[in-house]
T-cell receptor, first 116, second 112 residues
């Protein structure tokens, strides 16, 4: 009974490179959320996706960040031309149809990005 | 906008001590309130929740009561154990939004 799987757990990039973070939701879940946790801060919502659709991207930076959740395969959070300020833990969560508006999200262990 | 303010950490207690972690919120409408816990090296897990005023959420000896008049959802446990050492996050969801708004988290360490 696999939970939310994120990889890589740790990623190191140099400034200007691209970072790709992957998230496989709980089996059967069709809703995926990405959150970012900066050092010493709480989790900040970034984007909410359903299969092949972005539902709410109000928390996404306007440039360099993008997310997708294709029909097949994991959700991807992509950060282009990374800068030091992108260093953070990125958490993915998922939920199923039955948890509408209950907030019962299932979280992965996070991907920790370090930009040198 | 919605926000959650959590008690500053870290908190260090001896085993069997009483725990309170304060949480207050601002939100439009009537939010649902949650406590999530993150054990070392793991993802966040839902600990308990309350969806309307005066509801009490409880799980694993932890409790929190939804207080609309004070906009609070304080987490309590009567007797903590070493295994309760973790980071605790208060969160809310309001309106039609599915996403959660989180507090900054409180690191709890329980010493034997």
């Amino acid at each position: 009974n696999a939970g939310v799987m994120q990889n890589p757990r740790h990623l190191v990039r140099r400034r200007g490179q691209e970072a790709r973070l992957r998230c496989s939701p709980v089996k059967g879940h069709s809703h995926v959320y990405w959150y970012r946790q900066l050092p010493e801060e709480g989790l900040k919502f970034m984007v909410y996706l359903q299969k092949e659709n972005i539902i709410d991207e109000s928390g996404m930076p306007k440039e360099r960040f993008s997310a997708e959740f294709p029909k097949e395969g994991p959700s991807i959070l992509r950060i282009q031309q990374v800068v030091r300020g992108d260093s953070a833990a990125y958490f993915c969560a998922s939920s199923g149809q039955g948890s509408t508006n209950t907030g019962e999200l299932f979280f992965g262990e996070g991907s920790r990005l370090t930009v040198l | 906008g919605d926000s959650v303010t959590q008690m500053e950490g870290p908190v260090t207690l001896s085993e069997e001590a009483f725990l309170t972690i304060n949480c207050t919120y601002t939100a439009t409408g009537y939010p649902s309130l949650f406590w999530y816990v993150q054990y070392p090296g793991e993802g966040l897990q839902l600990l308990l929740k309350a969806t309307k005023a005066d509801d009490k959420g409880s799980n694993k000896g932890f409790e929190a009561t939804y207080r609309k008049e004070t906009t609070s959802f304080h987490l309590e446990k009567g007797s903590v154990q070493v295994s309760d050492s973790a980071v605790y996050f208060c969160a809310l969801s309001s309106g039609s939004a599915r996403q959660l708004t989180f507090g900054s988290g409180t690191q709890l360490t329980v010493l034997p």
